[in-house]
């Protein structure tokens, strides 16, 4: 009997749910079609415009660093207590300069017995190489045995063995006291010295930064559509913000473009050097760029405005028997208040460029006004 009513109680409300579903349902759709029948009787004021044929100049945007040509930590070649720091924090140095002198005591001590081992190795050569000669002679006279010549002659080639090997054990002490001074291999400016007098340095301690800032360069991503209206030799010009006085322009050149495209971003590295040899530059600061690239002829264009992002494609509407049509375009150079259409519509066509965010598909619209200067509230 329990198992009766349990079963006659999930009919009654399997019943129930499904009664309440569909109203539920139907009073949602009745909504729907409401509504869509209140935006089909509404028509939306819009401005709009027919895209124009003209000629644009092309800019590309960036900001970035502007970076020292060359920059490095310069470190000490051998161990040793630094004596005399020569240069201050700020200085400007020329290539070769000394920066700093380490203890030499111990790396002169080391050079002039490398020395006295030397000239003892050179002095032994001439005497095995006198005697090598006058028994040879001797030999010739039968005055001496042959092998008391060959005794000689592996004295004499030992002999220049072993001033070969002081040669090379004078040369290494020399370099090693030729390192207790510190010099700069590039002209540059001392940004950071990082050790007082007194401090010991260990090989490869870095000492010392320097910058040469004679040359700034700025690294720029040229969007692939961009890429053959830049080359070498072009003019960039810079902004930059944190100058003093109110002259905050510079000039650069392109040096380089890579000859390959980043595979992620497909994006081509441009170089851009700027000459700084006056100072006025300081590196490492914040700079916005712009690149103007060759004109471009008897291009359609439309308002900025009215592009409409939709699905991550760009999109226009246009009017068509006083309807909005939705149409994907394909755009080329986008700036200056203006977007370079590449396909999607014509310039027969009449784009919306203002009123959009209150546009469907399929919308009602009126022109109120157009852009182009043909008469207010025609329509196409």
């Keep these: 009997m329990k198992s009766g009513k349990t079963r006659i109680f999930l009919i009654i409300a399997i019943i129930l749910v499904a009664i309440v579903g569909f109203r539920v349902v139907q009073n949602i759709m009745g909504r729907s079609e409401k509504a869509s029948k209140s935006?089909?009787?509404?028509?939306?004021?819009?401005?709009a415009e027919s895209p124009k044929r003209q000629t644009i100049v092309p800019k590309i945007r960036f900001s970035g660093t502007l970076s020292p040509?060359?920059?490095?930590?310069?470190?000490?070649?051998?161990?040793?207590?630094?004596?005399?720091?020569?240069?201050a924090e700020g200085q400007a140095v020329?290539?070769?300069?000394?920066?700093?002198?380490?203890?030499q005591k111990d790396m002169s001590a080391a050079y002039l017995a490398a020395e006295g081992a030397y000239v003892d190795a050179q002095t032994n050569l001439e005497?095995?190489?006198?005697?090598?000669?006058?028994?040879?002679?001797?030999?010739?006279?039968?005055?001496?045995?042959?092998?008391?010549?060959?005794?000689?002659?592996?004295?004499?080639?030992n002999a220049a063995a072993k001033l070969d090997a002081a040669k090379g054990a004078l040369d290494a002490a020399q370099s090693r006291l030729g390192g207790t001074t510190v010099s700069t291999p590039r002209a540059g400016?001392?940004?950071?010295?990082?050790?007082q007098e007194g401090f010991y340095a260990k090989v490869g301690t870095a000492l010392f930064n320097i910058a040469d800032i004679s040359t700034l360069l700025a690294k720029i991503d040229v969007p692939e559509g961009y890429v053959a209206s830049v080359a070498p030799g072009g003019v960039v010009d810079f902004t930059i913000p944190s100058m003093a006085g109110d002259d905050k322009s510079?000039?650069?050149?392109?040096?380089?473009?890579?000859?390959v495209a980043d595979s992620a971003s497909r994006t081509f590295e441009a170089e851009v050097s700027i000459d700084n040899h006056d100072g006025r530059l300081k590196g490492g600061v914040y700079a916005d760029a712009v690149i103007?690239?060759?004109?471009k002829d008897n291009v359609l264009t439309v308002p900025f405005s009215a592009i409409v992002m939709r699905d991550d494609q760009r999109t226009v509407y246009i009017v068509e028997n006083d309807t909005a049509v939705r149409r994907v375009v394909n755009t080329g150079y986008?700036?200056?208040d203006l977007v370079e259409i590449l396909g999607g519509i014509t310039e027969n066509d009449l784009v919306i460029a203002g009123g959009q965010n209150k546009l469907r598909e399929g919308s009602k619209v009126k022109v109120v006004d157009r852009l182009d200067g043909e008469s207010s509230g025609e329509n196409k």
């Excluded at 020329?94 to 203890?103: K, M, P, R, S």
């Excluded at 005697?131 to 010739?140: G, I, M, S, T, V």
């Excluded at 400016?189 to 050790?195: F, V």
């Design 39 to 47: 935006r089909q009787g509404t028509v939306v004021s819009v401005i």
């Design 69 to 87: 040509i060359w920059q490095a930590d310069v470190a000490a070649k051998v161990d040793g207590r630094i004596e005399r720091v020569l240069v």
């Design 94 to 103: 020329a290539a070769g300069e000394d920066l700093v002198v380490l203890e």
């Design 127 to 157: 005497k095995t190489s006198m005697d090598l000669e006058r028994y040879e002679k001797l030999l010739l006279d039968g005055a001496v045995s042959q092998e008391s010549v060959d005794h000689l002659r592996f004295a004499h080639a």
């Design 189 to 195: 400016i001392i940004q950071k010295r990082y050790y």
């Design 250 to 259: 510079a000039r650069g050149t392109i040096t380089r473009v890579a000859p």
């Design 292 to 295: 103007t690239t060759k004109a």
């Design 334 to 336: 986008i700036g200056d």
